[in-house]
């Protein structure tokens, strides 16, 4: 929660009155009415996550109930110390890119998109027609026999009797 400068019409110059941290997100106050009013509000507001004894929504970080951000514990936590969570998975899987137990790895390459990265880092590339045929430790390179710019179109027996398909797809014969 960031105020905007009058004299520099530039938000985010200092924090709103009742907030502070270096993002602003702190809530504070000593008016006893002010803190009431925050705790009525979190009470129906904090989502994923339990108010504090001021009112601030401290959100849930664990495998059981996921791992939640925002204000309101309303959205999967994404930074690089809270990780990258995936809202379909209710934030108790990795986001797509992202792994390990805390979800702060990032996936090597084109693994996110050709491929699943696995808990552990490596890369498991896709292979279909669809979604292209997928080599290499981050699936950036055609697997055997498939070429194209999605490494869609496969080269295979039926299509090169006798020989031998090239990364790009030519079909190479053999001499007997």
Not at 28 to 57: E, H, K, M
Request: net charge negative; charged share 15%; hydrophobic share 30%.
């Amino acid at each position: 929660f960031w105020t905007t400068n009058a004299t520099s019409m530039r938000a985010c110059d200092a924090c709103a009155a009742n907030y502070s941290g270096s993002d602003c997100t702190e809530f504070f106050s000593s008016d006893p009415d002010v803190i009431a009013a925050r705790v009525a509000v979190c009470a129906t507001s904090c989502v994923n996550g339990a108010c504090d004894a001021v009112g601030t929504c401290r959100c849930f970080a664990n495998s059981t109930h996921g791992h939640w951000g925002g204000e309101w514990c309303d959205g999967c936590a994404a930074s690089s110390t809270l990780g990258f969570w995936d809202r379909v998975q209710q934030c108790r899987e990795c986001a797509i890119g992202y792994f390990g137990a805390d979800c702060t790895g990032v996936c090597p390459g084109r693994c996110a998109t050709n491929g699943l990265c696995k808990a552990d880092g490596t890369c498991e590339c896709r292979r279909s027609t669809v979604f292209g045929n997928w080599a290499g430790q981050s699936c950036d390179v055609c697997a055997l026999n498939a070429f194209g710019p999605n490494c869609t179109i496969t080269c295979s027996a039926a299509t090169c009797t006798g020989g031998s398909c090239t990364p790009e797809g030519e079909c190479v014969c053999h001499g007997n």
